[in-house]
């Protein structure tokens, strides 16, 4: 009815993702690619998430009250469907991940050249690497040019962004200019209580939404991680999802942009591990972790008073020792 079967059966395909009525879009060996269809209206696609949600006898109904839910196809493949207040008005997110079916043996990986260019991990690595050589110096010339070839770079190397500052300082502003750098053929995640982020020059983008006192930004961003987005934009951090948006960038999810309400780049520091800490899951973890874990997994601050940026934080030196700490 959708048309999602035609391409859930062919054998290249591992991932199918619906972000829209209309277009469904799947993932083989040649990345991400789409299909246009008149099949996948918001009535099928809800139709077809609540049989999907009836067939895995789920102890709480999909409905607007409860509408993110984890599922099982009757082939067995698994599949994360979020419907609104959660997503957009008229937007159904449903993802489905194929159990690969393909089994290598070590000849093979050999062969195919999967273990060719290994970089071996040793613990007592406080150097610099020359991309982050060459990214300190440019965040140290302190010109306009320099500041924005810098973002432009940290982008590339899928660096994790942390923009800080007051009510009105442009913070949302700035985040969207930041995620126009990002690569348009990638998977792309906002994640807000008030639509503001949009992406245009990224077609394969889902906007998620959470609800104070009944749609947990926590449960969004643990949803989230399940539709196999390669960037995760999140408005804001300011409760219980803090630790899990953290736990995301070091899950395969780097190069992110999220905001902060606090008075300067060092300042963010002790007000997220503060958030942190006031939650369920911080509460049970160490403070000195806590900030352990905030400075190596953000790795540029940007502090913008009255739409200036006035401060720009970039350590990798820092990151780097205690990354060996570890």
Same mark, same amino acid.
């Given at each position: 009815m959708t048309g999602v079967q035609d391409i859930l059966d062919r054998d290249d395909v591992t991932e199918i993702s619906i972000n829209q009525p209309g277009r469904i879009w799947f993932e083989s060996r040649n990345g991400?690619?789409?299909?246009?269809?008149?099949?996948?209206?918001f009535q099928d696609l809800m139709i077809l998430a609540k049989t999907l949600s009836n067939f895995s006898e789920l102890a709480i109904p999909l409905d607007e009250g409860n509408p993110i839910c984890s599922v099982i196809l009757p082939a067995g493949e698994r599949?994360?469907?979020?419907?609104?207040?959660?997503?957009? @008005?008229?937007? %159904?997110?449903?993802? $489905?991940?194929?159990?690969?079916?393909?089994r290598f043996t070590l000849d093979d990986y050999i062969q195919s050249g999967r273990f060719d260019g290994v970089r071996i991990a040793h613990k007592h690595v406080e150097q610099l690497t020359d991309r982050q050589k060459f990214l300190y110096e440019l965040s140290r010339c302190g010109d306009g040019v320099s500041i924005g070839k810098f973002l432009t770079e940290a982008v590339k190397d899928r660096l994790n962004f942390l923009i800080v500052g007051g009510t009105g300082?442009? @913070?949302?502003? %700035?985040?969207?200019? $930041?995620a126009d750098l990002f690569p348009p053929e990638r998977r792309y995640a906002t994640i807000e209580d008030v639509h503001e982020m949009t992406l245009p020059n990224h077609p394969n983008h889902i906007?998620?939404?959470?609800?104070?006192?009944?749609?947990?930004?926590?449960?969004?961003i643990e949803a989230c991680m399940r539709l196999k987005p390669d960037h995760i934009f999140l408005a804001e951090l300011r409760g219980d999802e803090a630790w899990s948006y953290l736990e995301a960038l070091n899950t395969g999810h780097e190069g992110s942009i999220s905001t902060i309400h606090a008075n300067?780049?060092?300042?963010?520091?002790?007000?997220l591990a503060s958030i942190v800490k006031q939650s369920a899951v911080g509460m049970t973890v160490d403070m000195d972790l806590i900030m352990k874990t905030i400075k190596t997994s953000i790795d540029v601050i940007l502090f913008f008073n009255h739409t200036r940026l006035t401060e720009l934080y970039y350590e990798p030196e820092e990151k780097n020792s205690l990354l060996s700490q570890l």
């Open positions: 991400w690619e789409y299909v246009d269809t008149g099949k996948a209206n599949g994360q469907i979020i419907i609104p207040p959660a997503t957009e @008005k008229g937007c %159904v997110v449903i993802s $489905i991940r194929k159990p690969s079916l393909t300082s442009g @913070k949302t502003t %700035v985040g969207k200019a $930041i906007h998620l939404f959470y609800k104070k006192g009944t749609i947990e930004a926590k449960a969004i300067n780049t060092y300042a963010s520091f002790s007000r």
